[in-house]
């Protein structure tokens, strides 16, 4: 590897919005460089888990090494093709701090959408230079002229720049390497210095331990060294080093400015933190700035179906949350259910995703409970402050929701959606965000046929089906991303459903008090549909406080003579 001086190493990333031909500009770049041989089966060759290739989505960033000569020096390209979905927006900001530069991709017949302007901007903050791509020429409705008019007017990007690519022929996918090489700039790192090196992903392996994923900032790393974790502050020593050429390839050094995977005998699955900060034993260095943790949109509580399966579960959640660090975890109990957990995600998809890997790599079957979001309570009463220790609570179980008596007010979360959508949808979708209580921010027209709207959504309103119910309103042409945009108070109430009288913990949710009716009523009609007949008549209710909304009652069936 010490052909490779730092000059001549580039590191860049694919982003894109989903569907937009990541993953395949992927596959020609590795079957260009002669990474992997030229065939038919090369179909998304960096997506390995199962879950992505059924669901034809990316959703672990996954790196690869590529070699290749330009006008007579050889080069070293790191590759990372990033997840699309804004669930997974996480692992794009990760990927983000192990780069210099990124691809841009647009879809020549999509044109922008949601998530492609939520990506430039992840690479813009980060100060990383941006190359342009025009993907799916080859199709028969592309209109790369228009693309790259957006591509102008939203990024300030002019359009003699962009590239214009079919990734699934092959047209002019050699330009973008040469293009890479030429501007994206070399890692700023000497090897002279001491090692430090960035862990920004890891793997759990039944037979090695724990595989981290490594960026060197500066120095050189071999085998037989000892290395400290800046974090946990533990001595190893180091058993592989290598690069990925997509698969594990050892080498006997890594250099500063070169990605590569280490294994130094981590037995546990907590040692490897992403983020962390490798160095040389008695060689100390100033540990590099890691990542903001990603911070939980949705809430479920996750339980074995039988309890005895309890301590597998725990041991499959520890070695997949090491793999997807964004999930947090805490314990829960609940009367009905047993002992479990409550764990975090960062939206929809993510948590069928992870329920998906949980059932195919480690064959849990679980049992799920509706999503929540975290809703926060300011206390007024003096005793309950001093119980908690704070004024303000965070309430992630609709069972610990506060009384009204002793709160001055609730707090929801709240997101800032950017949608872009056709023109002619625009009546259909702003009643839409109407009806989900939203507060128009922004309203721009893109070009004459695309509006990039801004809505303020609280979140509890956009975490179950708003998705779904904005692509069957615009025929799937309009896209949707989101950002995080703190709490605002809010007209909160707890609805308890009670069967017969008693109340069941797991069916009590926290709404907001304008939509409380409509939903008692529909839960009240569903549970009557889905409870089994039973010899005595059965009344279902759905009551806030003591008063009661609404009420279904299942007639008792006359037994057979």
């Not at 993953?23 to 038919?40: F, H, M, P, V």
Request: charged fraction near 25%.
């Amino acid at each position: 590897m010490s052909m490779y001086p730092v000059e001549s190493i580039r590191n860049f990333s694919i982003i894109a919005h989903v569907d937009h031909g990541k993953s395949t500009l992927a596959d020609r770049l590795l079957e260009i460089t002669g990474t992997i041989s030229k065939t038919d089966r090369n179909k998304q060759v960096l997506d390995k888990l199962q879950v992505e290739r059924e669901r034809g989505i990316t959703v672990k960033a996954q790196s690869a090494s590529l070699f290749y000569s330009h006008e007579g020096i050889n080069y070293l390209l790191n590759l990372i093709d990033t997840p699309g979905h804004v669930d997974f927006s996480y692992e794009v900001s990760r990927s983000l701090s192990a780069c210099q530069g990124v691809i841009l991709v647009v879809d020549a017949n999509e044109g922008i959408q949601a998530q492609t302007v939520a990506n430039f901007y992840l690479a813009f903050e980060a100060q990383l230079s941006i190359i342009p791509v025009i993907n799916k020429i080859d199709l028969k409705n592309a209109d790369p002229e228009r693309v790259e008019k957006q591509i102008e007017k939203l990024f300030d990007i002019p359009t003699d720049e962009c590239i214009r690519i079919s990734a699934k022929q092959g047209t002019n996918v050699e330009k973008v390497l040469q293009k890479v090489i030429e501007k994206i700039p070399p890692p700023q790192c000497n090897t002279a210095d001491p090692l430090k090196a960035l862990v920004f992903d890891s793997t759990f392996d039944h037979y090695r331990g724990v595989i981290a994923n490594i960026a060197l900032f500066g120095g050189e790393i071999t085998k037989g060294q000892k290395i400290v974790s800046a974090h946990t502050k533990k001595r190893y020593e180091v058993n592989e080093v290598g690069i990925l050429t997509p698969n594990e390839q050892p080498t006997h050094k890594l250099y500063a400015g070169q990605v590569g995977y280490l294994i130094a005998g981590m037995k546990e699955v907590t040692e490897a933190q992403i983020g962390d900060t490798l160095f040389l034993y008695k060689q100390p260095v100033e540990p590099l700035p890691g990542f903001k943790s990603a911070k939980p949109m949705v809430f479920a509580g996750m339980y074995p179906i039988d309890q005895t399966e309890y301590n597998n579960l725990k041991s499959a959640l520890e070695r997949l949350t090491l793999n997807d660090s964004s999930v947090t975890v805490h314990r829960d109990s609940s009367l009905a259910l047993g002992a479990g957990w409550r764990l975090g995600f960062l939206g929809l998809l993510h948590m069928e995703v992870f329920n998906q890997r949980l059932e195919q790599e480690y064959n849990m079957s679980v049992i799920l409970t509706a999503p929540t979001v975290p809703y926060k309570a300011v206390l007024s009463s003096a005793k309950l402050i001093k119980e908690y220790g704070k004024d303000q609570i965070t309430i992630i179980n609709p069972a610990q929701f506060p009384d009204k008596l002793s709160v001055s007010e609730y707090l929801e979360p709240t997101v800032l959606g950017t949608i872009v959508t056709p023109q002619e949808y625009i009546g259909k979708i702003i009643t839409l965000c109407q009806d989900r209580r939203a507060v128009q921010k922004d309203m721009l027209y893109i070009d004459e046929n695309r509006v990039m709207l801004k809505y303020l959504f609280p979140l509890n309103e956009i975490v179950v089906d708003f998705y779904d119910a904005l692509k069957s309103l615009s025929s799937g042409y309009a896209s949707f991303d989101y950002e995080d945009a703190g709490y605002q108070s809010a007209d909160l109430i707890k609805m308890d459903i009670l069967v017969n009288g008693n109340p069941v913990e797991e069916l009590a949710t926290i709404i907001h008090k304008d939509k409380a009716y409509a939903a008692g009523k529909l839960l009240c009609e569903r549970l009557k549909e889905t409870i089994p007949r039973q010899l005595f008549e059965i009344a279902i209710q759905a009551a806030i406080g003591k008063k009661i909304i609404a009420r279904e009652t299942m007639v008792e069936t006359l037994q057979e003579e």
